[in-house]
């Protein structure tokens, strides 16, 4: 590949192919920050106008708004607690507190540096090793993917403040949530009581800007108001000091491994790579006990591992043709539209096309800063209104958010639902986070588990004797399920003695 | 006694009520019978048995904890509360703008904003904002009131 670089090059540096990565990027972040667009809607909305430009503009003006709209969800999660793209959920448990407590430039900083650190490694990584990664994605069967998804659930033990029994009642709450609607094998009816509206199931969108920006607003509305506001102080982006990574680099380098890693495996998404990677820091951060209080760690964890995704997820698109999520299968639609076979013979067929994409997309992750700062002086003035300006802005968005998503005004009745019932539970210290996760991993743990059971005959035992990966995967679960226990074991043995 | 009129075990007791209304309601509906996995209810059994479970722990857990009584502030909550359904579905028949306004300059007012200025012009600008950046820049139009096009 090295030797179509200057042709790749040739194709990057030339007015609208810089026009094309800047107010892309620009764009992306900005339509990530607005609450409900996500990066799939981004996506979709931007792929028309790409029919009229030469194939590697349109592929890099795609690239630019993905990569974008996965920072942009962390700017609305720290500065107003509601993720502006569910890959951003997790981002919220330590984003926000930090900006409560007058740190909100410095949380975006840490999101910013994380992100494009995620960013550039899968870039590299994309790269490097697309043909060797997409062949070992390959390898992952229902069972494997079962194994995977049960290890993400685990970070329902890891987010669960205050109370694990909550947490663990939440996380299933969100699991059944996750079932209402079309069964996914046969598409019976499951729990919609005559409602055809719930057909489809519940917007997951609606659920989280429900449970997080509707339920925030409540509780914030039940107690006094900060008349304070710790917002008044943000200026924007404040990049944290080469020495305050000191005992965090470690975080971040797994993050970005988890990220790849499960960037790579079809089907599984974003979100799923910020919530293991968020659960994995906080087992494993020597600052675990601040985690969920305003930990940078969280943030990192967080926005590493969902950038890292957007390589990871264009490996087994672009070198199989099987799209990585749902934004890679927009993607998908529009490379095939201009004329290009995603698959194996992809890079040998293009190479310069290849290189002017990959270079490309390691540029929009570096670019990412300066435009993620201009985003951030932005915000700033909209951030010192009054607290109560505030709440009623998010309502108000929080409502285009969810419209946005479907068109359908029943969301928006399920987003209000979501938010009463959440405001509910968490003033009875039931954690927010597990019920989101159960609804994040739900449909892809059924629709595992049944595939996996079909193809074993009904056999569960089956799952893990002929499958490796999954035995491996089904041991982590076990360890970051018991090491709690052991914790606390230690913990108190250390009192005694 | 005295535990029940706190809201924890009220809301246990009530979560549990509805588990068992839903794992009830599992049996008397009618799925194809297509062996486990097959089967549509397969997997909702499962996570419903689990909440089950956990919930009866949840109420014992709940009956035999005390709390300490926090503030609250029952009247902007209560406008949230009833404001909030009424809100969106004035939203798909009067518009986004028309039902944005009102609500907003309720909120604001059970939040103590007294100033007319304050209480009507914060959601005239953030909804007259939000409506001119979705319907007119982006072109992906919010709901129209049924007098004009324009919000």
């Given at each position: 590949m090295l030797n179509t670089l200057p042709e790749a090059l040739s194709i990057i540096f030339t007015l609208e192919g810089l026009l094309v990565l800047v107010l892309g990027t620009f764009l992306g972040i900005v339509l990530g920050a607005l609450p409900g667009i996500g990066?799939?809607?981004?996506?979709?909305?931007?792929?028309?106008?790409?029919?009229?430009?030469?194939?590697a503009p349109a592929i890099l003006l795609l690239l630019a708004i993905y990569a974008g709209s996965?920072?942009?969800?962390s700017v609305s999660a720290i500065l107003i607690n509601t993720p502006g793209t569910p890959q951003s959920a997790a981002t919220c448990f330590d984003g926000f507190p930090m900006a409560q407590r007058g740190e909100a430039g410095l949380a975006l900083g840490w999101a910013t540096v994380a992100s494009i650190i995620g960013g550039v490694v899968s870039a590299i990584v994309l790269i490097l090793a697309a043909p060797t990664l997409a062949a070992f994605a390959l390898n992952f069967g229902p069972i494997e993917t079962f194994a995977l998804v049960l290890l993400g659930l685990t970070c329902i033990v890891s987010v669960s403040e205050g109370s694990m029994l909550k947490g663990l009642i939440a996380g299933t709450i969100g699991l059944f949530l996750a079932v209402v609607g079309g069964d996914p094998i046969t598409g019976e009816a499951r729990f919609t009581f005559g409602q055809f509206q719930l057909l489809a199931g519940f917007?997951?969108?609606?659920?989280?800007?429900?449970?997080?920006?509707?339920?925030?607003?409540?509780?914030?509305v039940s107690g006094p108001l900060d008349?304070?506001?710790?917002?008044?102080?943000?200026?924007?982006?404040?990049?944290?000091?080469?020495?305050?990574?000191s005992g965090r680099v470690k975080v971040l380098v797994k993050s970005v491994l988890i990220g790849n890693g499960i960037g790579i495996l079809p089907g599984t998404g974003?979100?799923?790579?910020?919530?293991?990677?968020?659960?994995?820091?906080?087992?494993?951060?020597?600052?675990?006990?601040?985690?969920?209080?305003?930990?940078?760690?969280?943030?990192?964890?967080?926005?590493?591992?969902?950038?890292?995704?957007t390589g990871g997820a264009l490996v087994p698109t672009m070198a199989l043709g099987i799209p990585g999520d749902a934004v890679t299968a927009v993607m998908l639609a529009t490379l095939t539209l201009h004329g290009i076979t995603p698959g194996v013979r992809l890079m040998s067929d293009n190479p310069v096309l290849m290189g002017a994409i990959f270079t490309g997309f390691l540029l929009i992750n570096l670019i990412l800063l300066p435009l993620g700062m201009a985003v951030g002086k932005i915000a700033a003035p909209i951030l010192r209104l009054p607290e109560a300006f505030m709440l009623v802005g998010i309502v108000l968005l929080s409502t285009v958010g969810v419209y946005f998503v479907r068109g359908n005004p029943f969301d928006?009745?399920?987003?209000?639902?979501?938010?009463?019932?959440?405001?509910?539970?968490?003033?009875?210290?039931?954690?927010?986070?597990?019920?989101?996760?159960?609804?994040?991993?739900?449909?892809?743990?059924?629709?595992?588990?049944?595939?996996?059971?079909?193809?074993?005959?009904?056999?569960f035992g089956a799952f893990y004797a002929g499958h490796p990966i999954a035995l491996v995967l089904g041991?982590?679960?076990?360890?970051?399920l018991a090491l709690p226990a052991v914790n606390r074991m230690r913990a108190r043995q250390g009192a005694d003695s | 006694m005295g535990s029940l009129t706190r809201g924890g075990p009220i809301v246990?007791?009530?979560?549990?009520?509805?588990?068992?209304?839903?794992?009830?309601?599992?049996?008397?509906?009618?799925?194809?019978?297509?062996?486990?996995?097959f089967s549509p209810i397969f997997f909702p059994r499962i996570i419903l048995t689990v909440l089950l479970a956990l919930s009866v722990l949840n109420v014992v857990a709940e009956l035999r904890a005390s709390s300490a009584p926090r503030t609250f502030l029952w009247r902007p909550v209560i406008v949230l509360v009833i404001g909030l359904p009424i809100y969106v579905l004035a939203v798909d028949v009067v518009g986004f703008f028309l039902a944005s306004v009102p609500m907003g300059a309720a909120m604001l007012l059970s939040l103590g904003i007294r100033r007319p200025t304050a209480f009507l012009g914060m959601p005239i600008a953030a909804a007259g904002t939000i409506v001119i950046l979705f319907n007119h820049l982006l072109v992906m139009p919010l709901p129209a009131s049924p007098f004009t096009w324009w919000f």
């Open positions: 990066s799939t809607v981004a996506v979709a909305m931007v792929m028309p106008f790409t029919l009229t430009m030469g194939q996965v920072y942009g969800g917007d997951l969108l609606a659920v989280v800007i429900g449970v997080f920006a509707i339920t925030e607003v409540l509780m914030r008349s304070s506001n710790r917002l008044t102080d943000f200026k924007g982006v404040v990049l944290p000091r080469f020495r305050d990574w974003a979100a799923t790579a910020a919530f293991i990677s968020y659960a994995e820091a906080k087992r494993s951060s020597p600052n675990r006990a601040a985690f969920g209080r305003g930990e940078p760690d969280g943030i990192i964890a967080s926005e590493a591992a969902n950038n890292a995704v928006l009745l399920v987003m209000v639902t979501a938010g009463i019932f959440g405001f509910i539970l968490r003033r009875q210290g039931y954690p927010m986070a597990p019920l989101v996760i159960g609804m994040v991993l739900g449909p892809t743990l059924e629709i595992s588990l049944r595939q996996g059971l079909i193809l074993t005959n009904g056999s041991m982590i679960t076990i360890v970051m | 246990a007791i009530l979560l549990l009520a509805a588990i068992s209304g839903l794992i009830l309601s599992t049996f008397g509906a009618a799925f194809a019978d297509l062996g486990d996995a």
